[in-house]
């Protein structure tokens, strides 16, 4: 009864549909597969062609943050894949790390594996993505904004965009290590 409730007035009010898309500190929730029209607060977009004439790991750090699609976390950290991920050559690839909501362990592991790949430079560029239309490369990217990144680019159309430059993916291992 409770739930029909709920579903009821979400379906008759656009502003709580909407407000439900979003936490308390402006990230986005749920239904992450969808238009997104802005760089969060104090990032910016970079297009597939310019993020293509960078190295990454040289140039630019390169940061995946799609899901592990069916993976799982085992109590050590360590990450059980159930089909492989294809990223852009070079990325660093976090899983779940663009997720509004994170799972324990996800913040902090992500907090930690861009602090060290950074090596104390803050200043250091910062390309987080996804897939097309998707929010989870704007949530982290956000995500390292808020905590002091000061070179932080957001490409939107994310490993969607790089295979329409005709780039090739690798495949991508969780950073951390990963179970067989």
């Given at each position: ?30 239904h992450y597969r969808a238009p997104v029209h802005q760089p969060p607060?104090g990032v910016g977009r970079i297009a597939p062609q310019a993020a293509?004439q960078l190295r990454p790991g040289h140039d630019a750090l390169f ?118």
């Amino acid at each position: 009864m409770r739930a029909a409730l709920i579903i009821a007035l979400l379906a008759t009010s656009p502003a709580l549909a909407q407000d439900a898309l979003f936490d308390a500190d402006g990230y986005r929730i749920a239904h992450y597969r969808a238009p997104v029209h802005q760089p969060p607060p104090g990032v910016g977009r970079i297009a597939p062609q310019a993020a293509a004439q960078l190295r990454p790991g040289h140039d630019a750090l390169f940061i995946d943050v799609l899901p592990a699609e069916g993976g799982h976390r085992e109590a050590d950290g360590r990450w059980r894949l159930a089909t492989p991920h294809d990223s852009i050559p070079g990325a660093h690839w976090f899983p779940e790390a663009g997720r509004g909501d994170l799972a324990p362990g996800i913040g902090d592991g992500f907090a930690r594996g861009i602090a060290k790949l950074m090596r104390v430079r803050r200043d250091r560029m910062l390309i987080l993505f996804c897939k097309a239309d998707c929010w989870m490369g704007w949530n982290a990217a956000r995500r390292l904004r808020a905590a002091g990144y000061r070179n932080v680019w957001w490409l939107a159309e994310g490993v969607d965009g790089w295979t329409d430059l005709k780039r090739p993916l690798s495949r991508a291992q969780p950073d951390g290590g990963v179970a067989p």
